[in-house]
């Protein structure tokens, strides 16, 4: 690899692991989302012409802030000149109030909080919209760039570029704070971020087809968030549990697909496959949030993936303390999903018809009746209890509330296994 | 930064309005003058007001130059603006933690919205 190009990985790299900390640091500073996203974006395309000719800095994250915030007074500067060119007398430039005087020791940590711990609090700040939230996080915090989540979240562009403008602006108007939040509210504002988070990491592992690669990126993104915010705040437990669920689930991504792309049921799965380092952090970060002694439901979940992840041969799942820990699990955080998977499991740990019945049970549920998941759970315990004539209705169910192609080839394989099985 | 909290409830926008009781009302007021109390304490408050039921309310809108009056508001919905504060807040999560101290966020909702500070002439 010559030199040019080596710098040049290392640039793209970098972009993703230091971006968010440079506009974190210049969103402090100068009070302006879109001017720090541009001087840091100016700073990196600086890095392109400059490291390959004189080297790659010592420390190359604290050369990209640097130059960033000289790009943004360049910018300033130049906003200025504009303005006295047009002749707008009198008033001058409000970013000279907000920027003025303000470089130098405010550019490092004053008060031993990390300045992506506030951009992540501001961004995920409940008078922005849950998708706003999403969008300003990854395209902020994560580097991405507003064609990258239009991607991922498969909506236009311009759609998604006018909810980032919005949601800037009323940052900026109607004067939401950049700060961690008092301890006061904290919980509530805490479990705001993690929600987006973790909305993010399904966005990315959930089946969905599309663009692989954005997906893959999509939930790596979401674990290396979730670390920032575990790293920075050790004593939430459940901050420490969403990491851990990641981890845990993220470990079983290898096996989920087969050679052509088709879904891989979880007992099916060839188990040698699974990222053992990922299981084996994922298990050591859960004990070390049970430890706290509040568990939360991102921590029950995570335990529940931990013993999914540690049973060598799906025979060896351990099905009756997971069906407890959904009980636990209902206990704190009741939902009709909750209830699906607690069925399934008491059906592995009691026997499927125990379960089957556990599942009729929620059939009055309107939103398991539209939940494709539900359908399938039951349809798979009608085919394990040889009642295939109802299993195939079930699939079908399931079929028609599916627009994933992976899951409908799946379940269009199922119904086609029991239609060619004679009747007994 | 200055904040308009408004106050909508459904009181405000029925259109025949029962005649209040008396020991609720009083219930009411005691809770609202608790409120206002609370704002000064804080040196939050800037203004507040109580308005007359939406039935009372007039629109005018002038077209072409001619002016059109009409009786009451414009469309019919479900919760009316029944009130005012406008307060001095640090930022949005100190003026939503005041909008949610006041008494009408129980009974309707309450809208937060900065004021936009325009220059002055």
């Known amino acids: 690899m010559t030199e040019a190009s080596a710098a040049h990985e290392l640039v793209d790299r970098l972009f993703r692991e230091e971006s968010g900390r440079a506009v974190a640091t210049l969103i402090r500073v100068l009070g302006d989302f879109d001017l720090a996203e541009e001087a840091v974006q100016d700073a990196f395309a600086r890095a392109l012409e400059v490291w390959p000719v004189q080297g790659v800095p010592r420390n190359p994250g604290a050369w990209i ?55 992540i609090f501001t961004c995920c700040h409940p008078a922005l919209a849950p998708e706003a939230q999403v969008a300003l996080t990854l395209r902020t915090l994560g580097g991405l760039t507003t064609p990258e989540i239009a991607r991922a979240f498969l909506v236009p562009e311009v759609t998604l570029a006018q909810r980032l403008v919005r949601a800037k602006r009323k940052i900026r108007d109607a004067g ?25 990491f399904n966005e990315g592992y959930s089946a969905t ?63 040698s496959r699974w990222d053992r380092a990922a299981i084996g952090e994922g298990q050591q970060l859960l004990d070390r949030a049970l430890r706290l002694g509040r568990a939360g439901p991102y921590q029950v979940q995570a335990a529940i993936a931990a013993l999914h992840d540690s049973a060598e041969r799906p025979e060896a799942t351990d099905w009756r303390e997971i069906a407890a820990l959904y009980a636990r699990l209902a206990a704190i955080s009741p939902s009709p999903v909750v209830e699906l998977n607690r069925a399934v499991a008491v059906a592995m740990a009691e026997g499927f018809d125990v379960g ?69 | 930064m200055r904040y308009l909290v408004l106050i909508y409830d459904e009181e405000t926008a029925n259109p025949s309005p029962a005649p209040p009781d008396p020991e609720q009302w009083a219930k009411t007021m005691g809770e609202y003058n608790e409120y206002t109390a609370l704002l000064r304490l804080r040196g939050a408050y800037e203004a507040g007001e109580a308005l007359q039921p939406v039935t009372t309310a007039t629109t005018i809108r002038i077209r072409d130059g001619l002016a059109m009056t009409t009786d009451g508001p414009f469309a019919e919905t479900k919760e009316a603006l029944g009130g005012f504060y406008l307060i001095e807040a640090r930022d949005l999560d100190e003026a939503l933690e005041l909008g949610a101290a006041c008494p009408g966020a129980k009974y309707g909702s309450i809208e937060v919205r900065p004021i936009q500070e325009l220059p002055s002439a």
């Not at chain 1, 802030?65 to 707008?88: F, P, S």
């Not at chain 1, 990126?217 to 437990?237: F, N, Q, T, Y």
């Open chain 1, 176 to 200: 939401i704070p950049y700060r961690v939040p008092p301890v006061e509210v904290l919980p509530e504002r805490l479990d705001a971020v993690l929600r987006v988070l973790y909305l993010i």
């Open chain 1, 65 to 119: 802030t640097t130059t960033a915030r000289n790009a943004a007074i360049d910018r300033i500067r130049r906003a200025k000149r504009l303005v006295a060119k047009t002749e707008q007398l009198g008033r001058d430039v409000a970013l000279d109030s907000t920027s003025g005087g303000r470089w130098g020791e405010e550019m490092t940590q004053t008060d031993g909080i990390d300045d992506r711990l506030r951009l």
């Open chain 1, 356 to 424: 089957l019945r556990r599942l009729d049970a929620l059939a009055g549920d309107e939103q398991l009746a539209g939940y494709p998941y539900y359908h399938s759970a039951r349809a798979d315990l009608l085919r394990r209890l040889g009642r295939s004539a109802e299993a195939i209705t079930a699939y079908r169910v399931a079929l028609a509330l599916t627009t994933n192609e992976v899951e409908r080839g799946f379940l269009g394989r199922r119904i086609a296994e029991l239609g060619g099985a004679r009747p007994n």
């Open chain 1, 209 to 271: 087809a599309g663009d692989a690669l954005v997906r893959r990126e999509l939930s790596g993104e979401a674990i290396r968030l979730a670390r920032i915010v575990a790293d920075l705040m050790p004593g939430e437990p459940e901050a420490i549990g969403l990491l851990a669920l990641m981890l845990l689930h993220d470990a079983r991504r290898e096996g989920r697909t087969g050679p052509g792309g088709e879904l891989v049921l979880l007992e099916d799965q060839d188990r």
